[in-house]
């Protein structure tokens, strides 16, 4: 059986010493006789307090300094100001960048929040439903079930009670996070930013407790590279029959629809789909379910009128979902404490009252906090109330759109205040003159992201966002994708594989495409990315609505990226590892390569693992769209692993960046652990944390940001390679910077060594030496 | 057609980020704001790649001799068009004007004016945000044909044609 070692432990407190002298040691809860404790908490850095990787995130800041990019230039928070910090400080004695970076922790914090909820409800949720000795068990091929809790609270989790051990790990450090955001409390941008990595690193810790959660009590794939390929795409969903849309993050209610579904055998009399990352975790648990979209179809699918019932929990719904949805007399059920929409709560109430009750319009949604209960209750409305509906699965048609788009008064407030800078306008006018070519567009090629705004300006009310779908409704029955169902993590058996060829360079990185859909020209700029990368060996992962983008292309031969492509975590695999939570598994196959390819202990060893991970695993993430708290909370997390990440231009709107200097050689000096020397490096990675103007430069960007001091020099030609290839492409011309990443000459690509010897020469570059074991820590 | 009260309103109105707003400015006032530079620096972006912008951007950097950064991958369309640039991201070449220590682009010492046109509005203003913040050293100028409010000085909104006379006068008057 080719299973993975145990970790290294830094010390072991087991054994017969301790037994002898009858000492127990108690974490968080007493230790009884029936629930005996296997291992103790164990390495240098368990369950790290606030400040206790300041140290590591020092050193990050020191080498990638904040950048920020005031979204606002005053502070709104307390009741002396508002005060402009306009080159001033506030009557508190706070100054700009502190509370830029003050804002991040917040945000920061939300999103942690945010998924820490979601996990402690499906924790809580399924401990009651299976029991706190329910084991952890993630199958013979993953050894390695939780890197992520390993490295932070220093031991292994071996059921769901222990994962509720974690949570209140997490909280308590959340709630000290949040303390900081105080007036009056810190007052260094520095320290914010540590603090922020700390919400990262908490917000890893949580993904990884949710995902493990469902994967293990609701039984979605293990690690599986094979995982089915499941429907994705308006046009398959079938609007003859009763249609059930979930919308949001938690994958409670979709199941327990499913299970009612499957438990009456009404699968072939009733479509169950979503929105969003609740649809990748339904279609994980269900490959019966279909996948409608990401995020960004949200606003277009409740318009089309084809769900008769909505459900939502949490997290990336819009607002005003029931007001969309009462437009259509869809039915809305809402799930969780986190949002209640003023529904009144009928978790109590008889399953058939509450159906009938929607479906006589004596409420106008009903709050349910029984997911057992919901399932029940959306199928039975949906059944009774499609019949009653069918006039109302459809737009206006395409002489009303004519008539609205001719109210239109040419003020141009919908183009002005659009996130893309669409022309909306120009479209809008076109209509009114019967072309609706230029609406098509916008939807068809995803440059609408159906926020709404424009709508929200308009003096006439003109509903452009009906308008747009209307337009591109006759291209949905096109709208038929297939997209793997999220995996999990990647197996401890494919980190033996490729943990050599990723850390010498062979294989030329590990590329995470996340994040939300709100692209900057489409959805089709995630797919193009990363068919450029599959097309190059490099291994490309993914996740909820990146995930779904990149389905929703077909390439010269028709087919999509998960057709064409397998599942494997390997060169070329084309890795959909879930939902936003299953994010944590990206992180978690970066720490994998430090414990089994370079036997790193994981138990409390964060900094370790995370120098490693910064100098020796040639990862990036790129999150192209830009929307939530989450995706900030996500990146920060992933950037205090070391692991870089590329946001698109809307990403500067995050306010911060981590920006290295390549002009500065200080900035790159390593500490060669194995000699003791302080060596000269090079800026690899150059930046922690970049927003892209656009696609082509974000492509060169991720090529260069895969670049690590430990390369060998064949892995180091790869990724100058695909780098020189790039920039070529792109820019015309072979990158300017090369001689900073030419160590000696074989490094150069043989391809380009003519033309890049002219340019060392030219730079009067001199051979330096390769480093052994580079490292920011010391010896 | 833009109103005359629309044009000093920034393009995205939300971007409005404190009481201070970029002072509106005329193709005078900016060839005014050049001459009076020491070491002025051009930014382009990738919106400057299309005709006639291209061509308005290729003469005001040759009239004023100016060192010329390309964000995105405005590099090879302005070499096409016989512009030796520097590519730098964005994001870069904020992060390095930020810097009073900076050598600038031809090594003479940090700049002292940075023109701004093509970038893609959102992403600049919050680069002009930063600038405002923490360049104090540096006057920003937007010469696109949207209202920056968070540059030192910009051209108002306006339509194209507007625009492309504002641009030839950066030349020839």
């Known amino acids: 059986m080719d299973v993975a070692p145990e970790s290294k432990k830094a010390k072991n407190l087991k054994g017969d010493f301790w037994d002898l002298k009858n000492i127990q040691i108690s974490i968080g809860e007493i230790i009884t006789e029936e629930k005996p404790q296997e291992e103790d908490v164990k390495g240098p850095k368990p369950r790290p307090h606030v400040t206790d990787l300041r140290s590591w995130d020092m050193k990050l800041l020191e080498r990638y300094e904040p950048f920020y990019a005031p979204f606002c230039d005053m502070c709104c928070l307390c009741t002396y100001g508002k005060c402009d910090l306009l080159g001033k400080r506030g009557a508190c004695g706070i100054d700009a960048a502190t509370q830029q970076a003050r804002i991040v922790l917040l945000a920061c914090l939300i999103g942690t929040a945010a998924h820490a909820g979601h996990a402690r409800h499906l924790v809580d949720h399924l401990i009651e439903k299976l029991g706190e000795d329910h084991e952890i068990d993630l199958g013979m091929n993953v050894d390695i079930e939780a890197p992520i809790t390993r490295t932070v609270m220093g031991r292994r989790p071996r059921t769901l009670g222990d994962l509720r051990e974690v949570m209140d790990y997490a909280e308590e450090q959340t709630s000290h996070l949040l303390s900081a955001c105080h007036t009056g409390q810190e007052g260094d941008s520095r320290d914010f930013e540590s603090k922020a990595f700390h919400a990262g690193l908490m917000d890893d810790l949580v993904r990884e407790v949710a995902d493990i959660a469902q994967i293990v009590a609701l039984d979605l794939p293990k690690g599986d590279e094979d995982a089915p390929l499941v429907e994705l795409g ?330 064409k492509y397998g599942g494997q975590f390997d060169a070329k695999g084309l890795v959909n590892m879930g939902s936003c939570v299953s994010n944590a598994h990206i992180s978690g196959a970066a720490i994998k390569i430090a414990n089994i390819f370079a036997q790193k202990p994981l138990e409390g060893n964060f900094e370790e693992i995370a120098d490693y991970i910064l100098n020796r695993v040639g990862a990036c993430g790129v999150a192209w769209g830009a929307y939530s708290q989450k995706a900030a909370a996500i990146a920060t997390g992933v950037n205090r692993w070391g692991i870089p990440v590329v946001l698109g231009p809307h990403g500067s709107k995050y306010r911060r960046l981590f920006l290295g200097r390549a002009d500065d050689q200080e900035k790159w000096k390593l500490n060669d652990l194995r000699t003791g020397e302080v060596i000269d490096g090079e800026p690899a990675p150059e930046h922690l944390l970049y927003a892209a103007e656009n696609r082509e430069e974000a492509t060169v960007m991720v090529a260069k940001l895969c670049i690590r001091p430990t390369d060998t020099s064949k892995g180091r030609q790869m990724k100058l390679s695909n780098y020189i290839d790039l920039h070529k492409k792109y820019f015309g011309t072979i990158p300017d910077d090369i001689d900073r990443f030419i160590r000696t000459e074989k490094d150069i690509p043989i391809v380009y060594k003519r033309d890049i010897m002219k340019i060392l020469e030219e730079k009067n570059w001199k051979p330096r030496e390769l480093p052994k074991e580079p490292s920011l820590l010391e010896r | 057609m833009i109103a005359v009260n629309d044009r000093i309103i920034p393009w995205q109105p939300t971007v409005i980020a404190g009481p201070k707003q970029a002072m509106l400015v005329t193709p005078e006032t900016a060839v005014m704001m050049i001459k009076k530079a020491k070491r002025p620096l051009m930014v382009v972006g990738p919106l400057a790649k299309r005709q006639p912008v291209l061509e308005h951007t290729v003469k005001i950097i040759r009239h004023w001799d100016l060192p010329v950064v390309s964000t995105a991958d405005t590099y090879r369309v302005l070499k096409d068009a016989g512009v030796e640039s520097e590519p730098h991201g964005i994001v870069e070449i904020t992060n390095l004007l930020k810097d009073p220590s900076w050598e600038g682009l031809r090594g003479e010492g940090q700049h002292d004016l940075v023109i701004f046109i093509g970038c893609i509005y959102y992403i600049a203003s919050q680069g002009l945000s930063t600038l405002k913040h923490f360049a104090p050293h540096i006057r920003t100028l937007t010469i696109c044909k949207t209202f920056h409010s968070n540059a030192d000085a910009s051209f108002p909104n306006m339509d194209d044609d507007e625009w492309f006379r504002y641009l030839e006068k950066m030349y020839t008057d």
């Open chain 1, 234 to 563: 308006f046009g398959t969903i079938d609007n003859t029959k009763p249609v059930i849309l979930c919308i949001g993050h938690n994958v409670l209610p979709g199941a327990d629809i499913v299970d009612y579904v499957t438990g009456r055998e009404l699968e072939d009399e009733i479509e169950v789909c979503g929105i969003c990352c609740a649809a990748i975790d339904v279609t994980r648990y269900s490959e019966a379910a279909k996948v409608v979209g990401p995020l960004s179809k949200q606003l277009r699918f409740i318009r089309s009128g084809v769900a008769d019932v909505i459900v939502v929990d949490e997290q990336c719904v819009r607002t005003d979902v029931l007001e969309e949805a009462l437009k259509n007399r869809s039915a809305v059920i809402a799930t969780t404490d986190k949002m209640c929409l003023g529904l009144p709560d009928v978790t109590d109430e008889d399953p058939d009252k509450i159906v009938n009750d929607l479906i006589n319009g004596n409420i106008e949604g009903a709050l349910i906090l029984d997911p057992e209960k919901v399932g029940e209750v959306a199928v039975k409305t949906a059944m009774k109330l499609a019949p009653l509906r069918k006039s109302l699965k459809k737009l206006p048609e395409v002489d009303e759109i004519i008539r609205m788009a001719s109210e239109c008064t040419d003020c141009g407030w919908c183009q002005r205040v659009c996130p893309n800078s669409l022309p909306v306008m120009d479209a809008v006018k076109s209509a009114a003159e019967g072309d609706l070519s230029k609406l098509e567009e916008m939807a068809l090629e995803e440059l609408c992201y159906t926020c709404g705004r424009c709508e929200q300006e308009c003096e006439r009310d003109i509903p452009i966002v009906s308008m747009v779908t209307k337009a591109g409704e006759r291209r949905v029955k096109d709208e038929k994708y297939k997209i793997r169902a999220g995996r999990g993590p990647a197996q401890d058996v494919e980190i033996r594989r490729v943990g050599a060829p990723i850390v010498l360079g062979d294989i030329p990185g590990v590329i995470a495409f996340v994040g939300c859909s709100n692209y900057p020209e489409g959805g089709k700029d995630v797919a193009l990315m990363a068919k450029e990368f599959l097309e190059r060996n490099y291994i490309v992962v993914t996740t909820g609505c990146g995930a779904m983008s990149i389905g929703e292309y077909r390439d010269e031969d028709g087919k999509t990226l998960y057709e």
